[in-house]
């Protein structure tokens, strides 16, 4: 019944559909690299000369876990995001940096409250989970 007032027809799109598709995810990821191209700390991370290829893999990751297309899997199979960020010294410093600038991508796309909240949890989980190294103060 397409006009039952108590239908509630969004609830079965994805959480990608429901804040804009690919449009919304790549402006997350950059406001995020133009971030991480500036800082001092989490740059030395990406070895490319260009951000581009870092930014293209981060951008298929996010969309296929949303709900998005299944490029990410098709093009470099399971993410095993802690064994892929294993070469590089994740602190808590690096996590909280990473954060910053992920606060300020989440901000810049203006999305209603719950699709932020339910955005910020996860980025604010994975980051912590990706930490594999003390923090500097804590002596090597």
Partial sequence: MQNDPFSQPGYTDSFYDAIGGHDTFVKLID???DGVAKDPLLRPM?????LGPAK?????FL???WGGPTTYSEER?????????????????????W???MRAAVDSLGLSPLHEGTL??????????MINSPSASEGN
């Fill in 46 to 50: 990406y070895p490319e000369e260009d």
């Fill in 56 to 60: 293209s893999r981060f951008l298929m």
């Fill in 77 to 97: 199979g399971h993410p095993r995001l802690r064994m892929r960020h294993m070469p590089f010294r994740v602190t808590p410093e690096a996590k909280d940096r």
């Fill in 99 to 101: 954060l910053f600038h």
């Fill in 31 to 33: 406001v995020f690299y």
């Fill in 63 to 65: 969309e296929q876990y």
């Fill in 120 to 129: 910020w949890d996860y980025m604010e989980r994975a980051a912590m989970t």
